[in-house]
């Protein structure tokens, strides 16, 4: 999803929660990307635990359909409109630079 994008560094693939959290720690990134099979949840559990420890940290839970969330510690959830992968990866570094800040326009196909 983010291969072409050379400004995002890819450190890990898991299909493990526990994993995760461990490599999020390890690491020490700046964002996470969760596929998730939980359509009627905004944050499935890993996002707000990962959310809980580590409140600099931006999530964007992508669903199998392409819809997507963008979360962060503050209450604001961005709500991803486009499907495609650059649209994602731009709203991805968007917040990731304007955390907690509403986007400027919303991001459609």
Request: charged share 25%; with cysteine; net charge negative.
């Amino acid at each position: 999803m983010f291969a072409q994008h050379t400004e995002f560094e890819i450190v890990g693939e898991t299909n493990d929660a526990m994993t995760l959290l461990a490599n999020v720690r390890e690491e020490r990134v700046d964002a996470v990307v969760v596929l998730t099979d939980e359509p009627d949840r905004q944050q499935p559990g890993v996002v707000s635990h990962l959310l809980a420890e580590y409140p600099d940290l931006t999530v964007l839970a992508v669903l199998p359909s392409g819809a997507a969330n963008i979360a962060q510690r503050c209450t604001l959830l961005r709500t991803v409109t486009a499907k495609a992968p650059t649209a994602l990866a731009s709203a991805l570094r968007d917040a990731v630079k304007n955390p907690c800040e509403p986007p400027a326009d919303e991001l459609s196909e």
